[in-house]
């Protein structure tokens, strides 16, 4: 392998590029829609963050978790568009992500549970990679272990006592 095969990690000053893109990509979309919000940046764990808050319900119909996911696709493609760059970007809208974490906490629960009936592992639905990383830090917080298994849109998470 040359150093030309290994992908360096984007720097802190890409990362906030990728942000500025990204908001500038989703603050179009709001003016389309005729939605008010408020765009926060952040680079954390070498992606971009881009939230979205607004006062009120008004983000409601964006913020639904397969909404997010969707709009999230779109923006990094029109990062990749703009910057050349593959993005990683994270969007939360309405404090969707929050919302989304509570969801995959509880289905780490009711894993949990089928464990503790005797099940050796116990299998989470299919989700995207980022939702996954959050179920293996949860699964890690409770003191188990957790793996991916399967490939594309079927890639999925085992959870088991280790």
């Keep these: 392998m040359t150093t030309e095969d290994v992908k360096t990690a984007p720097s802190v000053e890409e990362l906030e590029h990728e942000g500025d893109v990204a908001a500038d990509f989703i603050e179009e979309l709001l003016d389309i829609a005729d939605i008010d919000g408020d765009l926060n940046l952040d680079v954390r764990q070498g992606r971009a963050y881009v939230s979205v808050e607004a006062e009120g319900d008004g983000l409601s119909v964006l913020s639904e978790p397969d909404t997010v996911q969707a709009l999230q ?29 509570r969801q995959l ?33 949860i699964v890690s917080e409770r003191g188990l272990t957790s793996e991916s298994y399967g490939d594309g849109a079927d890639r999925h998470t085992v959870i088991s006592r280790g």
Excluded: C, N, W
């Excluded at 089928?114 to 830090?137: C, F, I, N």
């Design 73 to 101: 696709e779109l923006t990094r493609l029109a990062v990749q568009s703009r910057t050349g760059s593959f993005s990683r970007l994270i969007l939360d809208i309405g404090g969707s992500r929050d919302t989304r974490r």
């Design 105 to 137: 906490e509880q289905l780490v629960d009711a894993a949990v549970a089928k464990l503790d009936e005797g099940a050796t592992q116990a299998s989470l639905p299919s989700m995207s990679s980022y939702e996954r990383k959050l179920v293996h830090d």
